[in-house]
């Protein structure tokens, strides 16, 4: 009777209808808050407390217009971003923008990795097993499991990122305080003040994210009358990453920054949060991040393989097997392999491989925004789904906001 | 008919400028238009864009179309600026870059490029290239691409699906599909995607040379490289190939064949005629690069007792069958050479002096295992058209003519450049 009561409630609601549809976006956003991202948002907590919390607002709102886009164009046009790029703009941007995307995307995936490893340990672990035990899990859900299992599994790895929230509460935060930096930020106009603002946007808006989630909307067949729902995963994914975030730096900016600790990495945090907020903090940090490392080691390789295949027009998509989708599997495959092995290295720069990705990411993520822009805008592609006049004001100033951080990002990264 | 020569790949001809009659450009050539045609669909118009003026030009009023020169009969101010319609198809627009999938809908992979060729006398669309060396073609490095795998020892070859394994086309395609399934399409994988795939040029070459003329055949023949002339030679039936063989020079014949397996060579050789079979035969027998491989086995010999007006009378039946007439070589009734005379020489003569009189004698002569430097020497030092050859009892074999040394005079880079095809 009361389940009879509470399905036709869902029913008339169309909860059901929209829950069937989420996924992609939800994936893709929480893909963004990767190793790195954690890193950051830890960084940015301890340095400059609730400073910037405000920004968070402006990343949402960035954050949410893109993943609309993306998936906008995925509903209507049953196409990934790889294969869009290909049919309107030909092969030379196509292998230019493969190249960056590739490389771009093997760091991203040693830097997952990475953070498996660094979690694990915090966690009494070597990385001679949590790294190859890991990556065989990634391997194995993707190449033996069909769509929905396997977006069932990274809709479960999501829902662990609620850990931060709960060490964001038990930080015990003084809310006035938090409520009145959002409100009156006192932006300083210094230079480590900037280049926090900025890294902290550059690795929430990432090539990546757009490429997954227009593919994944396309493999997960999500057809045009269900654009609606789509709409609300890209919006339900952009708001949770940064809900996510949020907790991230409360729980620093109240713990580590009046303590003065410098950190330069996530593990970091999580061990100054031992002595200063007790274990099961510090556990709770050091779990999200493996959690966090975990999904986009997922994302990061199937990301690649998507476009790729998408690029040259080779079969694609999860519920394929070997012999089906060779190449998909196969770079999928090689991108996990590469992206654990270079980790089992002992003394490898991961500085310096962190660098290079931001770095191909920072020239990458303009190129993607404006190629987004053109091809959202034509009509033999879009129908009606084009940008309205008002998004096209909106989107091309954020896009060039983006694009000006970016190449600041870039040119201060160098200078430094 | 606009002149049309070979097959071009479309990413060839793309953005390149298009001239009108007065040789003025009109625009740069940026798309074509297909029709109907089964199964290869043939062009129709070409379409030129300069600046925002779109230019449609119907195909049969192009004058030069390849990869150096595209020209209209046309002048510029005699177009108007055109609409496309928008059922019409267009090539780099609705077929470049887009899927190609199997019967069952599965993904294969993408057009690279488009081949155009010949079909009936139309210019038609006639493969789809989905191979690497299209991908290189496109991003215009496809030579040094080629050199960079030669080095890895890999052969960079045209990837190409016929347009008759390929849906029809028209206008607002997504996707084209493959009339075979992906299992079939694998099963006949020898290279790639063996028969649906292949190198069409081979086999065409093949088939223009079936459809010359025995005579037309051995001179083409003869302008091409050794292996290659071997190739085309070993893909034409016998019957045909002793028929050319015949046609040529005895010692370019026996170039060819020396670049045969010899049961094949001997095979051909049997069906030649007699007296071309003999002098081939002998030709094979000497090394490649002496005096005796590289002579010829017709020339001019005369009695020493002929009268000068016989001897002309005598030349000008034989004339057509030899490669050189601008000497007569003298020899006796066991071909021993007694002396040589020069055309001008005869000429100059009065008819009823005998040949003895006014030949030439002793004179130079070349062994038949001379080093084929030494024998360009020769002919160079003596300012000769022809020399001849004699074996140790100064019996006449043949003549090596300037032509077949001239190579070896000449600084290496002004050789003669025979062509591939």
Redesign the interface.
Known sequence: MVIERLKQFFVKRRILAVLAVIGPGVIAGNAGNDAGGIATYSIVGAREGYGLLWALLLITFALAVIQEMSARMGVVTGKGFG?LV??QF???VT?AIMTLFVFANLTVTIAEFAGIAASMELFGIHKYVSVPVSAFVVWFVVVKGNFKQVERFMIVISLVYFTYVVSGFMANPPWKEVARQISFPQVRMDRDYFLLFITMVGTTVTPYMQFYLQSAVVDKGVRVEEYSYARYDAYVGAFMTVFIAFFIVLCTGTILHPAGVIIDSAEDAAKALEPLAGPFSAHLFALGLLNASFLAAFVLPLATAYGL?E??????GINKTFS?APQFLGFYTAFIVIGAGIIMIPDIPLIKIMFFSQTINGILLPIVLVIMLRLVNDRSLMGDYVNSRRMNIITWAMVLVLITLTVLLLVTSFLS | MPFFAGDIFVSEVHRKPVLDRAGEEIGKLTDITVGQGDPFPSVTALVVKSGKLTYLIPWDQINLFNKRVISVNLLRDQLSPAVIEPAEVLICRDILDKQIVDINGAKLVRVNDLKLGDVNGRVSLIAADIGLRGILRRLGVEARGERLLSVLRYRLQNVLIGWHYLQPVEPKLNKLTLTVSRQKAAQLHPADLAEIISEVSQKERSAIFGSLDVETAAEALHELEPSVQADIIDDMSKEKASDILEQMPPDEAADVLGDLPEAKAQELINLMEKDEAEDVQELLEHEEDTAGGLMTTEYLAFPPDMTVEDAIRELRLEAPDVETVYYLYITDDQERLLGVLSLKSLIMARPETLLQDIMRSPMKTLSLDAEQMDVAEFISKYNLLAAPVVDENMVMRGIVTVDDVVDFLLPPASRKKRRKI
Do not use: I, Q, Y
């Open positions: 294969d290909r049919e030909g092969v030379r292998l295949s690029a040259f027009g080779w079969e694609s089906e």
